[in-house]
């Protein structure tokens, strides 16, 4: 590993060897450059003529000329200042202006990329580790025969755990929600379960009521007139270090196997810009009325507008409330619901040292 | 005193033990909530039941939500995000995630607030001295039987000294406000009367004139073609600390009574929201052509418009001059106009400076 | 020398002895105040009853109010806050509050400056070493018989001598800028002949090509139709510290001389607002199609585009790669192209350190 890299990570108030997500698969035609920082450093993606995903440094050695402003001439990437020429590896194969092969200091650095889940994903640490089967297993958001899929994006102005505290902590869908809330009256039988798991470094944190009224969104999603009047309701949120999130969420009527009713799974990717702005990727996934582009339209605007106009605005604010200081500097009051996204805060600020300690015995 | 207010006024570059201006009754209806910064600290404003004011810190002690983001619940106040209450004393009276009495952790500081004058009040220090008696008298702008009041607020980019040294050196108005000035060429007999008087903590900048031509303003209040050719005018300037001040003005003909030509007393109240940035509340008390909808517009617009594109440009440019750096850094080159506006920032370093001495006496 | 000018010798990151262009004489009328920043000075510019430019610190010393806020009441220079009058040499003659002659302490900043070559050109440093001389020949570009000119500005967030390294280094043009490169297929005799010259503190990047295609700017000044199938065609920049160009730019036909095709030279001016701003004042000059407004026009509009729209972005994009941080902290990779470039740092390197060592040596 080099130095520079070593030198990021002591220094990074971000796990450097993970994978991130930086985009939908679809939202990186072939012949397109795009721009995109991640933990503060500027990247370009592209494709090469096999549609092979591309990560490079933004940056062209020579006059540090954002790469993104260039264009693509078949399998390389042209700096739009002075014409060097770039392979996906990010090495440099042509100087317009001098003849031969250009020395090595003129490469661009690579980030290990692939596509998985309708998504690229970049490694941001060690080339060595970045092992694929580290990704957590989101197919259960794929497009698929019987699901329909929905995607958007964000961005946030706030550190990317302050998005995590709120997405493993649901108990404010009814303060924050209308449209995902089970807010209506509830029945005499009403019964929630809300706890907190651990397996290893996985965190879920689990929501299911029996019972329940039925939020909008199933309502929505169970078709015209079909929901029953209470159903059981599901929505656990699983996590994985540094940031991304499965939510395994449905509702069927009471006693009934869930694929009686409505399914909903959506994944919520966190890719940090800086600490103060996250990059939120995030997909849903219906097993009902497919094919309806109405719902399809009212199921992305939904959670659209519930992230856009109800989250975002908060975690904002509550950013703002913290200026640049750290969560537990502001000695929050910790309440039982803080359970699970307080255990994923332990596991990130766990990994952080060991990834710095690792680093110091390797380079000692 | 708690440890966190002794450590904000050792810190402070504001007086904390006074009353400061947050907004106009009429600002803050029923069932609604305000945010206001003042001395830096966000403030949320509401009413209980009973129409008492309260002020909060903008701050739910759990995740740092603003409370003003929340909603009234009779008389307690529901953080929007999570849904913790609280009472105008700022006590957690209800976690609805958890049963039993919440802890005393779960409270929110809580600032004295009253109304008196058409404004409400926040006393941003010690508690136990927040004395009501020590808000100076401004009964003269209220409205009443024989007076017609208007008000207004500006949010300026300047430190709100450099507000006070405006307005405590009228000096300016024939330079900077054509409405408000008296710049006709002057009668032989013209006098002007230009002193400053301190009384304890008071400073007063008596401006006295007679034998003036009449400012538009005056024109305009004295009735169509009534205006004498000339008159005596006056604009006497009272300042109270940090920031509270009281314009005695109107016009007479020579040799007259006060009451036999029209007057227009005015507040300025300056809140520091920080030390860059000020709310400026002022009203305005005429004694003629009352129920005039016309003329109060025109007095509104009048005295709006000196301070909105005359003085606030002029202030906010002198404070990008200045940068970051304090009045006397520069050096400014003293006049005999400047006597008023030093006493008065004389005071203020004199009163932080016993502010911070008597909190190390008690704390010792 | 005054001490704070030493200071700010001792700390500028700019060289303070020199010639800096602050605008166009046809942007300065009679009458009228022009505020203008030149190495994080504020200044105001105006015209004595005579003509004569003056430039004074943009700062009243009673106040700090700019004084470019202010009004020309005859020959002097009146504060629009508190009307304190001064002359061109930064006199303060007038204090309407007070009688007699104002004190010294209220004299301005003054800034020695003069017009020459249709520009207004300020000294920022010791006045005793302000010898009209010092400036380069730019004659090449007055508006004179035979010659039509054109002027431009931009404000660039950029430091200075990044657009130096653009204007040094033409090898761009072929990848930024369409309207003015010779990109066509080259003729089997082209040959290019680029080299750097260096003469005492003058840099020059020698770009001569013969048997080249023609650009569309010079295509359009030979007039509809008459351009030859090749040219030979220059670009030859001349650079003088700290960042004052010439191109001597045109193009003929192959074996004739310069005059038998068309012309077009150009200045370019860039004077540091701030350390990462500047502002660029540019004239191009043709002896082809006088008179012809759609051609001026053109001409006019090629090149503020070239500049605005393919150098400006390109340059902003680059300081925002770079950070705060110097060139050489970025390790970039040099190529033969940046032969010129840094021969014009090594300059503006050695004269600071010589400019502080002066200095240092006199107030010993």
Known sequence: MNTKLQTLIHNSPF???????????????????????????????FRTNGGEVAALADRCPHRFAPLSRGSLQGNSLQCGYHGLRFDSSGRCVHNPHFPGVPPEAANVPVFPAFERYGAIWVWMGEHDKADRTLLPDFSATD?????????GYLHVKANYQLITDNLLDLSHVQFLHPFLANDAPPSPQFKATVRAEQRGNTVIAINEFSHSSIPPVYRLLWGQGEAPETCQLRANMRWD????????????????????????PSVHWLTPESQWTTHYFWAATRDRLLGDATVAAQV????????????????????????SSDLWDGQPVLLSIDNAPVRARRIVEKLLVTERDKLTVRTA
Chains 1, 2, 3 share one sequence.
């Open 15 to 45: 796990i450097r060897n993970a994978w991130y997500c930086v985009g939908f698969s679809s939202g990186l035609p072939e012949n397109q450059l795009k721009a995109i920082t991640v933990l503060g450093q500027p990247l370009v993606l």
């Open 241 to 264: 270090p540094p940031s991304l999130l499965l939510l395994d969420t449905g509702a069927a009527p009471v006693n009934a196997p869930r694929e009686a009713g409505p399914s909903l």
């Open 143 to 151: 497009e698929r025969s019987g699901w329909n899929r929905v995607e």
């Open 300 to 323: 992305k605007r939904g959670i659209d507008e519930a992230f856009r106009y109800e989250d975002e605005p908060m975690i904002e604010d509550v950013q703002r409330n913290m200026g």
